[in-house]
């Protein structure tokens, strides 16, 4: 009996869905189809999450609940989750190989071995990767945007943080492979490219001879595509240089996305990021005083152990004057592996959820007071798909915007004017 339908579950960041993408080509190449969750599938391949304990129970759920249309399906386990936690993925009883993060490129390879009778789990070390993996030109089920991975692995080890150890150290993309997927995915239709991996400011650290914003200059005067949009930067990249030569290209997106974490030196310290506030702050006065309508957002972790009420008090009013435009408020989540878990003074449930709460409020005000400064103003915009008599799409600072209309807007570049907002949207 041939083997040949496959589903793949996806869980997790825009670098697992670059990924996913790229196993489900390599899969049609070799003639399988790739079908529904609902049809009945001979293959189903988990690309699973770490970075927190719920990621990692989400997963387990996601791995248990895979062969509840085909008990006889094949499960396949990979990913973060199943990189560093390879004992606990085998006690699951309808896993039936195990991959880990290395060798995704190689997936079709690794399952015929195991439908053969070959090979079982595979899971290596994933320390031992020094190259980046090239999945070569991706194609993406967007019409209008798509994510283009750059590089691999992270040498940062905040003190909260898996991810080095189920990703490894960095690996950097080729320049030339980049360019290419780039200008042929612009061909196909595509106008904006997220550039992601899982730390990008570290391009090109390993290869010695480039950097990341040397890799967008490249892109922007070797490329047709419109629009380049950073993925999450680390503030240590932001300096005069970095943003003196990020402003002179034209198609840069003015919508960045810095990582704070925390508003207080002392838990900065804990967390051992590699910055403090006044540096941070820094970053910011930078990219507001050289990029034109520019948008910040960022990350915040509240209840990080140890965390006091002065301290959280001091991150509050840290955000409260920086006003960034949006702020993803993550409650710590214990990692098992990761020093933090370690760490004395958890922070109790109910004061995570406070905390979680306050900041949230500010993030929504700010959003739209942001928002509402730019009715009557002229945007231009990227509109990515219909809903009802509407079509919308985001701006270079991605904001979302909604037009009535009864021509075809999806995937134009279309300078409008918002009249009203209602919710978080700008409508014309």
Same mark, same amino acid.
């Given at each position: ?233 680390? *503030?240590?990249?932001? &300096? %005069? +240089? /970095? ?5 002179? @290209?034209? $198609? !840069? ?51 990080? *152990?140890?965390?006091? &009420? %002065? +301290? /959280? ?5 840290? @955000?409260? $004057? !920086? ?56 945007? %231009? ?48």
């Amino acid at each position: 009996m041939s083997i040949k339908k496959s589903h793949f579950i996806l869980y997790g960041c825009k670098v697992n869905q670059y990924e996913t993408n790229g196993m489900r080509e390599k899969f049609i190449e070799k003639g399988y189809e790739i079908v529904d969750f609902n049809d009945v599938a001979d293959i189903y391949i988990v690309n699973t999450c770490a970075v927190t304990n719920i990621a990692d129970k989400k997963s387990r759920q996601i791995l248990r609940r895979a062969k509840i249309h085909n008990k006889n399906a094949i499960v396949v386990a990979m990913g973060c989750y199943a990189q560093v936690a390879q004992k606990e993925i085998e006690k699951i009883q309808e896993v039936d190989l195990i991959i880990g993060n290395v060798g995704k490129k190689d997936i079709v390879e690794y399952v015929e071995r195991f439908i053969s009778k070959k090979q079982k789990n595979n899971i290596k070390n994933i320390e031992d990767e020094k190259k980046f993996a090239d999945f070569g030109i991706v194609s993406h089920s967007e019409k209008t945007r798509m994510e283009i991975k750059i590089q691999d692995g992270c040498n940062q080890f905040c003190s909260y943080c898996i991810i080095p150890y189920a990703r490894g150290r960095i690996r950097s993309r080729s320049k030339e492979s980049i360019l290419q997927e780039v200008q042929k995915n612009q061909e196909k239709g595509i106008r904006e490219i997220v550039i992601t991996g899982i730390h990008i400011a570290s391009y090109g650290k390993d290869l010695g001879n480039i950097t990341l914003i040397d890799l967008l200059e490249e892109i922007d005067k070797k490329t047709n595509i419109n629009r380049i949009r950073l993925g999450s930067l680390e *503030p240590s990249i932001i &300096d %005069e +240089e /970095f943003v003196n030569r990020l402003k002179k @290209l034209n $198609k !840069i997106c003015n919508q960045f996305h810095l990582s704070l974490q925390s508003g207080c030196d002392d838990v900065l310290k804990r967390m051992n990021r590699k910055y403090n506030t006044k540096e941070f702050e820094k970053c910011v006065e930078l990219l507001r005083n050289n990029i034109k309508d520019v948008l910040l957002t960022t990350d915040v972790i509240v209840g990080f *152990p140890g965390e006091a &009420d %002065e +301290e /959280f008090e001091k991150t509050y009013e840290y @955000l409260e $004057k !920086i006003k960034f435009y949006k702020m993803h408020v993550f409650k710590y989540s214990k990692k098992s592996g990761t020093v933090a878990a370690k760490m004395p003074n958890q922070i109790r449930d109910e004061i995570k959820e406070i905390r979680s709460k306050r900041l949230i409020e500010l993030s929504d005000e700010n959003e739209k007071n942001y928002l509402k400064s730019y009715i009557g103003k002229d945007v %231009e915009v990227l509109f990515e798909e219909r809903e009802g008599n509407f079509y919308k799409g985001h701006t270079t600072n991605y904001m979302l915007v909604k037009k009535e209309s009864n021509k075809d807007l999806n995937n134009q570049i279309i300078t409008v004017t918002p009249k009203e907002l209602k919710g978080l949207e700008l409508i014309c």
